[in-house]
């Protein structure tokens, strides 16, 4: 059974980082994982994905170069690392996973993740 589950999530300044973790178990870490948050009243959206255990990554234009996407395989964790954060970063960050490789331009695309987990909350203040 895949279990995700995140963690990192707060309040913060705009301008502020935090790092989200999503600790993995049961995934058998081949395909892909990624990144979605949902905004109050919007729709989820994909926002960091990375191919496992390729590396290769895809950000929505709204966090690039802003917000980083990274693994560690060893400790069965992905993190998200985010930087000069703004007041419309504030939503619920979700981790997810597929156990398939998608194609590169359909790795924002929620309908490709089968496991997704709880949530972590983001607050930032302006």
């Known amino acids: 059974q895949v279990q995700l589950v995140e963690s990192g999530g707060g309040s913060v300044q705009a301008a502020g980082s935090l790092r989200l973790s999503c600790e993995f178990t049961?995934?058998?870490?081949?395909?892909?994982m990624a990144w979605f948050r949902q905004a109050p009243g919007n729709e989820r959206e994909g926002i960091a994905a990375?191919?496992?255990?390729?590396?290769?990554?895809r950000y929505a234009d709204s966090v690039k170069g802003r917000f980083t996407i990274s693994q560690d395989s060893a400790k069965n964790r992905l993190f998200l690392e985010m930087k000069t954060l703004k007041a419309e970063d504030t939503g619920m960050y979700y981790c997810?996973?597929?156990?398939?490789?998608?194609?590169?331009?359909?790795?924002?695309?929620?309908?490709?993740?089968?496991?997704w987990g709880q949530g972590t909350q983001v607050t930032v203040a302006s």
């Open positions: 990375i191919y496992v255990p390729g590396g290769a990554t």
């Open positions: 049961g995934y058998t870490y081949k395909g892909c």
């Open positions: 997810a996973a597929s156990p398939s490789g998608v194609a590169w331009w359909s790795l924002l695309e929620q309908s490709n993740y089968n496991y």
